[in-house]
T-cell receptor, first 109, second 115 residues
Framework: GQNIDQPTEMTATEGAIVQINCTYQTSGFNGLFWYQQHAGEAPTFLSYNVLDGLEEKGRFSSFLSRSKGYSYLLLKELQMKDSASYLC??????????WGAGTKLIIKP | GAVVSQHPSWVICKSGTSVKIECRSLDFQATTMFWYRQFPKQSLMLMAT?????????EQGVEKDKFLINHASLTLSTLTVTSAHPEDSSFYICSAGPGEPNIQYFGAGTRLSVL
């Protein structure tokens, strides 16, 4: 079956760095996506990886290892506004997105 | 990024009435749009895939006759919750993308409260 695993909740300190991991199993693979969702709001797109390696975009970076079925989202210089849920999703052979349950990130002062 | 507009953002209705939610792609054409439902503190649940000019594809357990989807143009999909009941109260979100690499952009969501 198809499956996405990510931690349910993480806590980090303002100004620090946090890494949110995601492992996936899909029928075929057409990319790995990260979204941010603040409470009560719709998800917003953060990053897309289809090749192995690290993609950096400001304070956020995303990494992919296709051979390991593994990705992570790295958030640097954490700010209070980064408190949100982070959703990992993988695109399968039919370009259908398989969603993880999301990781709730709590930032403490 | 691409822009997806969803309307209304909030609706309160009486039990037994029907509610229509619109999802529009503003700066691109979308042959496929997706409808999700999310209950408080739970993950996104895909309800159906809306296909322009053809029938929607519903996920297992989603009642086709209750959640009517119409995708009559390349920029508009509608979800109608028919004969809504309190248990249908939820956050409904649509998404669409301009094509490969299939990045999905979400509408702002519609919070439905059925009294």
């Amino acid at each position: 079956g198809q499956n996405i695993d990510q931690p349910t909740e993480m806590t980090a300190t303002e100004g620090a760095i946090v890494q949110i991991n995601c492992t996936y199993q899909t029928s075929g693979f057409n990319g790995l996506f990260w979204y941010q969702q603040h409470a009560g709001e719709a998800p917003t797109f953060l990053s897309y990886n289809v090749l192995d390696g690290l993609e950096e975009k400001g304070r956020f970076s995303s990494f992919l290892s296709r051979s390991k079925g593994y990705s992570y989202l790295l958030l640097k210089e954490l700010q209070m506004k980064d408190s949100a849920s982070y959703l990992c999703a993988a695109s399968d052979s039919n370009y259908q997105l398989i969603w993880g349950a999301g990781t709730k990130l709590i930032i403490k002062p | 990024g691409a822009v997806v507009s969803q309307h209304p953002s909030w609706v309160i209705c009486k039990s037994g009435t029907s509610v229509k939610i619109e999802c529009r792609s503003l700066d691109f054409q979308a042959t496929t749009m997706f409808w999700y439902r999310q209950f408080p503190k739970q993950s996104l649940m895909l309800m159906a895939t809306s296909n322009e000019g053809s029938k929607a594809t519903y996920e297992q357990g989603v009642e086709k006759d209750k959640f009517l989807i119409n995708h009559a143009s390349l920029t508009l999909s509608t979800l109608t919750v028919t004969s809504a009941h309190p248990e249908d109260s939820s956050f409904y979100i649509c998404s669409a993308g301009p094509g490969e690499p299939n990045i999905q952009y979400f509408g702002a969501g519609t919070r439905l409260s059925v009294l």
